[in-house]
């Protein structure tokens, strides 16, 4: 039991690099909750995992990560009487949104593994395909400029929200629509020209 402890301590270590203020507290922690979710005591991880991730800003992007699987991991166990499955896709994007691409093997099952998976398709950004033959046009989106866009162009945009496009150029009405997208959905606007004085 001593062997497996000092193993977890040694996995949990490893990728938090130099230890800052929270980071023994972080790793015992990580070890309770990890410990309690071998041992189905799934509360006690989930209280584990929730105490580390209260230290917010503290943690560097892999103590969230790691904290953040183990939450999603005592959220949705093995046990379909047990899961919590709306709060465990919450838990879930947030985790894609650090980048993960998968559960860490060493605390997940294939139905966790599973909607993992389901979470991370609806996450997948949509294509907007533009353009515009008005000289000088800049594309914005969400009012965030995004360069010159001359010919069609590829733009990503989040699935499931309200996105603002605008194509503007000096002296030129901005051309400007709104779209709300599904995941992975390829949308063609085509050539845009905004109307211009000259």
Known sequence: MKSA?????????????AQTQAGSPVTDMMIKGRNALNDLNYASADSAARRVLALGSLLSRQQQMDALQLLA???????????????AIGVIKRIVEL???RMAPEISHPALDSLF???ARAAQPSK???????????????????GNIAGLRVVLVPPGKDVKLSIRADNCAS???TIT???????????RMPRCSK
Do not use: C
């Not at 000092?6 to 270590?13: K, V």
């Open 5 to 17: 402890a000092l193993f977890a301590f040694a996995l949990l270590a490893a990728p938090l690099g």
């Open 73 to 87: 991991a005592a959220l949705y166990p093995d046990e379909g009487g047990a899961q919590k499955g709306d709060t």
């Open 99 to 101: 980048g993960a691409t």
């Open 117 to 119: 998976a389901f979470v």
């Open 128 to 146: 907007v395909i533009l353009g515009s033959r008005t000289p000088g046009a800049v594309l914005y989106v969400d009012d965030n400029a995004q």
């Open 175 to 177: 051309w400007d629509t």
């Open 181 to 191: 997208t599904q995941a992975s959905d390829s949308l063609r606007i085509g050539f």
